[in-house]
């Protein structure tokens, strides 16, 4: 009996999920002010799910599903471009909240499944994760605006890495009261995500709070520190992952601070992006090496220009937060368009590396 689909599938979905991520920078430089070609100006408000949905969710599903190998876990990549297919079709929002939140459940099903495998408390963080992000999905059912959604695509992000991270930081048998702040910090950012659908600016101050303990537990107790010293790629990670989570802390301050305009504006850009750009792009620039040779069987080996696309990243981003701050748009405009040609060195430099190994 076959239990798992051919692995020229799972490059489908890779290409499927970086044509999501081309389309999604595509329509956020538009955003900023650049006249890019689009089918049509509606797309301009796909850019979030295309990221959220199209690209992360789908590599991440796609990555689980890998780990156990049957059929079925593969779903979470199909429904989760199938929900973004349904946006670019012109389907009903419904349509898409529900392929959305399918996915979402599924993948809540996958770690409740690793979980009964092998009792260790980072899947029940990776269960939460999924299922933070199944609920955001059913609030979209309620026509909710978008902006209401933001918070849980962030929790879904932020809580999965949070649960991989501390998978690794086990392995330096942490103290007791380490992991009690760990979940006391969970606890915080959930809260604040679970008050938000009925006290938003709360909710999202809350959120905030419990963004920035996250970000202090894993900036105290992270395996980076000390593979930082180590030459060629842990040190690439660590350095990555270091830089990822100080951007975690601002994006914290930044939903506190800014509550009252979370939905439009610079101060909405600069809460966002220190978020999905600072501190999730770099999580993605730090683990492409060791993941998407997992998922596809190719060797991706460590190269120094991978700094150039790392380094970019942080630069552009801090343009982008001083214009946001500073209600400059041109600071705003060419951070942005950094920051897409940071994410188009990621893609060529892996394929280059890709292509090197063989």
Known sequence: MITSPPRALRFLFIA??????????????????????????????????????????TLIGLERAVVLD??????????????????????????????????????????????????EEHFIVMALSAAVLAFGHLIWLTEATLYRIVPWWAGFLILMIAGERLELARLRRPKPLVLVLFRLVIIIFIAGLAISPWEFRLGVRIAGAGIIAIA??????????????????????????????????????????????FGAGPLYDAML?????????????????????????????????????????????????AGDLALLPSGQRWGGILGALAILLFLLNTIRAVVTAR
């Open 16 to 57: 499927l999920a970086g044509l999501s991520l081309l389309l999604g920078v595509s329509i956020g430089i538009v955003r900023l002010g650049v006249a890019l070609p689009l089918p049509s100006a509606a797309m301009l408000s796909l850019h979030g799910p295309l990221m959220a949905i199209g690209f992360l969710l």
């Open 273 to 321: 992006h220190t978020i999905f750009l600072g501190f999730v792009f770099s999580m993605i620039f730090a683990h492409a090496p060791i993941i998407l040779p997992s998922i596809t069987g190719l060797a991706l080996p460590f190269h120094k220009l991978f700094y150039l696309h790392a380094g970019l990243l942080h630069f552009s981003l801090a343009m982008r937060i």
């Open 216 to 261: 202090l537990w894993l900036l105290r107790y992270d395996l980076a520190w000390q593979s930082v010293k180590q030459p060629g790629l842990p040190r690439f990670m660590a350095a990555s992952l270091i830089a990822g989570y100080f951007w975690l802390a601002i994006g914290g301050v930044f939903w506190i601070w800014f509550a009252r305009f």
């Open 70 to 119: 049957r059929w079925w876990f593969y779903g979470v990549p199909l429904l989760s471009l199938l929900s973004v297919l349904s946006l670019l079709i012109d389907l009903p929002s419904a349509v898409t909240a529900l392929l959305a939140a399918g996915a979402a459940l599924l993948l809540t099903w996958l770690f409740v499944e690793l979980f009964t495998r092998q009792h």
